[in-house]
């Protein structure tokens, strides 16, 4: 059997360092907000470009956090992609905010630029991106409509870690960069964690007071707050995989070079541009028989995924929060999606059987 993702293998090549980490971290007595995120921080910093890296405790958080420290008046309105994961816009919901929906070019699965502006009124505050299967968005224009309508931008960039749009990684574009280690990522922790990118003081202070109870010093509380603090023993593990992380993307990178060069032409494939380049956190086709594709592909001893089943317009968890109104593109892509094995663990060999068996489907 072919795993779509197995945990316990992808994290071996790195057990005997993180057993080391472990020990520092249990025999230094210090488990939050210690030397440990204040290294991992630091790494991250550097690894991205960046001017500052807020630790938080999940990629939700991170969203919800580099939201709130916008201040914006409840209401008002953020765009975000009809076609993203629900923590993207439950983010926008628990801030008070109204989200609204914009579709994807049905290429890239990205947020289409040229659908934006006809969403923002006067009461658009804030664009928030979704760097989707580990390919940037069209950051360009993106960055221009921001500029024109003054908006914050804030980029999810929890599938997208080393991804880059034109030589730039993804999450210094915006005045936010939102990243996830939940462990199926490409730097994914041991459980869950998460770390805002800020290229500016003010507002990076600001994330740094609300991750913790709304303090910057102990028992003083300035705003009301969050208790979202990335663990120290996460992000010990996270330093470790820091290292290794340009390692892992690029193996992702050579197995989806097999999928693209070798997969028949009955399979919609992601699009290759040199503008980009992608990490494939998900290796995503396309096909009209999916859920027979998939049923097959498990007979033959290959499991997949489906990101994501269910569109954000028809969960019943936003229902009255969002416009009622038709998303066919989105719902295209979440009807035929599906996510192949492609992980730091599998081999070449595996995924040219998987190309093997897809191609006689």
Not at 158 to 183: E, L
Not at 280 to 305: P, V
Not at 336 to 360: A, D
Request: charged share 25%; with cysteine.
């Amino acid at each position: 059997m072919i795993d779509y993702e197995n945990l316990k293998k992808l994290n071996e090549p790195f057990f005997e360092e993180y057993t080391k980490k472990f020990s520092e971290v249990l025999n230094s007595g210090w488990y939050i907000l210690g030397n440990s995120v204040k290294q991992f921080e630091e790494e991250f910093t550097k690894y991205n470009n960046a001017q500052n890296t807020i630790g938080v405790a999940s990629g939700l958080d991170a969203i919800t956090l580099s939201l709130a420290a916008c201040g914006f008046e409840e209401g008002s309105e953020v765009i975000v992609p009809s076609n993203t994961y629900i923590a993207t816009i439950l983010s926008v919901v628990h801030n008070k905010l109204k989200p609204v929906l914009v579709e994807p070019s049905i290429e890239t699965y990205n947020i289409d630029p040229k659908k934006i502006e006809e969403s923002i009124t006067s009461k658009t505050k804030a664009i928030v991106i979704v760097h989707l299967y580990g390919k940037s968005c069209e950051m360009d224009p993106i960055i221009e409509i921001c500029k024109r309508h003054n908006l914050k931008l804030i980029e999810d960039c929890a599938q997208s870690h080393g991804a880059k749009y034109k030589g730039t990684k993804t999450g210094v574009f915006g005045d936010f960069g939102a990243f996830s280690f939940y462990p199926t990522k490409n730097l994914g922790a041991l459980g869950d964690a998460g770390a805002i990118l800020c290229n500016d003081d003010s507002l990076a202070h600001k994330v740094k007071r609300l991750r913790n109870y709304g303090s910057d010093i102990k028992y003083l509380n300035e705003v009301v707050g969050y208790n979202s603090r990335l663990d120290e023993m996460q992000a010990a593990f996270l330093s470790v995989k820091l290292t290794h992380l340009d390692e892992i993307n690029e193996h992702k990178r050579c197995l989806a070079k097999l999928y693209l060069q070798n997969l028949n032409s009955d399979f919609i494939k992601p699009v290759v541009h040199p503008d980009y380049f992608d990490v494939y956190h998900i290796f995503n086709i396309r096909h009209k028989k999916r859920d027979e594709l998939r049923e097959y592909l498990l007979e033959n001893g290959i499991k997949t995924e489906i990101h994501y089943p269910v569109s954000p317009s028809n969960q019943k968890a936003l229902k009255g929060i969002i416009d009622e109104k038709e998303f066919p593109i989105s719902e295209e892509i979440h009807r035929t999606t599906l996510s192949l094995p492609i992980s730091f663990c599998h081999t070449q060999e595996e995924i040219n059987r998987v190309i093997e068996v897809m191609n006689k489907f």
